[in-house]
């Protein structure tokens, strides 16, 4: 289980201290939509480099405040990289990109979206929406992680275990650098 107000502190120090305090106030006030809105927009606004791991943090903790794709994904894919390698890849324009659930064995009325691979062991993490009259349910119903054939389901995750996702897809991987961090 992922202790996200220590994720959030450690996502604020990305920042200088001055919106680092703001974005840790906003946690602290109950105000997380609020925060995560300064947390992307000073990380724009100082250039602070990312590693990707670190991308696909922020969105999961996006996801689980409402705030992904939209209004969250396009600028924090604006962000600049950190350089460094990593083997987590947040895939970008998600929302454009999904699939018929039924590809891997899931019900006709859901849509597969990839969210993040690995490139070390090539599993991927996905969500997996409803489809509704004007399109895809905002929400995800599961989460999902892919074998490196893309056509198997390794695990299923239920409604709201984003975090739980991530961290199997980190620490399942063979690459003992992926369970850092």
């Given at each position: 289980?992922?202790?996200?107000?220590?994720?959030?502190?450690?996502?604020?120090?990305?920042?200088?201290?001055?919106?680092?305090?703001?974005?840790?106030?906003?946690?602290?006030?109950?105000e997380q939509e609020g925060g995560l809105e300064?947390?992307?927009?000073?990380?724009?606004?100082?250039?602070?480099?990312?590693?990707?791991?670190?991308?696909?943090?922020?969105?999961?903790?996006?996801?689980?405040?409402?705030?992904?794709?939209?209004?969250?994904?396009?600028?924090?894919?604006?962000?600049?990289?950190?350089?460094?390698?990593?083997?987590?890849?947040?895939?970008?324009?998600?929302?454009?990109?999904?699939?018929?659930?039924?590809?891997?064995?899931?019900?006709e009325q859901l849509v597969l979206v990839p969210?993040?691979?690995c490139t070390a062991c090539g599993q991927s993490?996905?969500?997996?929406?409803?489809?509704?009259?004007?399109?895809?349910?905002?929400?995800?119903?599961?989460?999902?992680?892919?074998?490196?054939?893309?056509?198997?389901?390794?695990?299923?995750?239920?409604?709201?275990?984003?975090?739980?996702?991530?961290?199997?897809?980190?620490?399942?991987?063979?690459?003992?650098?992926?369970?850092?961090?």
């Amino acid at each position: 289980m992922t202790n996200e107000a220590a994720v959030w502190h450690r996502l604020a120090a990305l920042l200088p201290p001055d919106d680092a305090q703001v974005v840790v106030d906003s946690w602290g006030i109950g105000e997380q939509e609020g925060g995560l809105e300064l947390l992307v927009s000073a990380l724009l606004q100082h250039q602070v480099p990312i590693d990707e791991t670190t991308r696909a943090e922020i969105a999961v903790v996006c996801e689980a405040w409402g705030m992904w794709p939209l209004p969250l994904e396009p600028r924090l894919s604006q962000c600049p990289g950190s350089g460094t390698t990593s083997a987590l890849h947040l895939i970008e324009n998600t929302a454009s990109t999904p699939l018929p659930a039924t590809t891997v064995g899931l019900g006709e009325q859901l849509v597969l979206v990839p969210w993040t691979s690995c490139t070390a062991c090539g599993q991927s993490l996905a969500r997996i929406h409803s489809r509704e009259p004007w399109g895809m349910s905002l929400r995800p119903e599961h989460y999902v992680i892919l074998n490196t054939d893309q056509g198997t389901i390794r695990r299923l995750f239920t409604q709201g275990s984003g975090w739980d996702a991530l961290t199997e897809l980190r620490t399942s991987c063979e690459k003992p650098e992926l369970a850092q961090s």
